[in-house]
């Protein structure tokens, strides 16, 4: 199995998120200078949680494709990004070369990443800029 290729944009908002969330999920539990409140900390949470499943998920599937056993069902894999492992889903497709030939699937899963960074960035401005 080659290395994947980090240097590809499309992978670095996901490795950010995948380091940035658990790192700023212990700062906020951990010190007084920063608290995030406890939406953001459940959302840290929750990608911190569901990103290593969905790595392993698309792993897992892509090993018993090899196999011709049963597999993963591609709503479920959507499910996993959908509920914050959207940055371990993009990583494991790139990493195991996994549904990259399918431009549907591969659309719904930047719909998704799109998505998660898009109310992340706007959730984060309003509170930081809003009334």
């Not at 569901?50 to 709503?75: C, H, L, N, Q």
């Amino acid at each position: 199995m080659a290395f994947p290729q980090f240097g590809k944009l499309r992978l670095l908002p996901a490795v950010t998120w995948l380091v940035g969330c658990p790192a700023l999920l212990a700062f906020s539990l951990l010190t007084e200078r920063f608290h995030a409140g406890l939406w953001w900390e459940l959302y840290f949470l929750a990608v911190t949680v569901m990103s290593p499943v969905a790595f392993a998920a698309y792993g897992w599937d892509k090993w018993k494709a090899k196999r011709e056993t049963s597999r993963i069902a591609e709503k479920t894999l959507h499910l996993l990004a959908v509920l914050g492992g959207w940055p371990g889903a993009v990583l494991g497709q790139t990493w195991f070369r996994h549904k990259t030939i399918k431009p549907v699937f591969r659309a719904i899963l930047i719909g998704i990443s799109l998505s998660h960074i898009g109310l992340v960035t706007a959730t984060g401005y309003a509170r930081l800029f809003g009334s």
